[in-house]
């Protein structure tokens, strides 16, 4: 592997290009372990969210 750093992020151009936005897991762990999960749940994020960000993102680097 090269010692190569771990994706951590979401490629904002991908996900506009494409149209395919990330998918969330709604559930959270409990506070005790060995419980399980509160809530469950799977949803789409907003696409408005990455054009938004991609559009932020070009004017800070001065990209028109």
């Given amino acids: 592997m ?3 750093g ?3 992020g979401i490629d904002i ?3 506009v290009e494409t ?3 990330p998918t969330i ?3 959270i762990a409990h506070k ?3 419980v399980g ?19 932020a993102f070009a004017e ?3 990209v028109s």
Avoid: I, S, W
Wanted: glycine share 16%; with cysteine; hydrophobic share 45%.
């Fill in 37 to 55: 999960q509160v809530g469950a749940g799977v949803v789409r994020a907003p696409m408005a969210c990455f054009e938004q960000a991609l559009m």
């Fill in 60 to 62: 800070t680097v001065g």
């Fill in 32 to 34: 005790e372990p060995g």
């Fill in 13 to 15: 151009r991908l996900v």
């Fill in 19 to 21: 149209g395919l936005a």
């Fill in 6 to 8: 771990v994706p951590t």
């Fill in 25 to 27: 897991n709604t559930g």
């Fill in 2 to 4: 090269d010692y190569l």
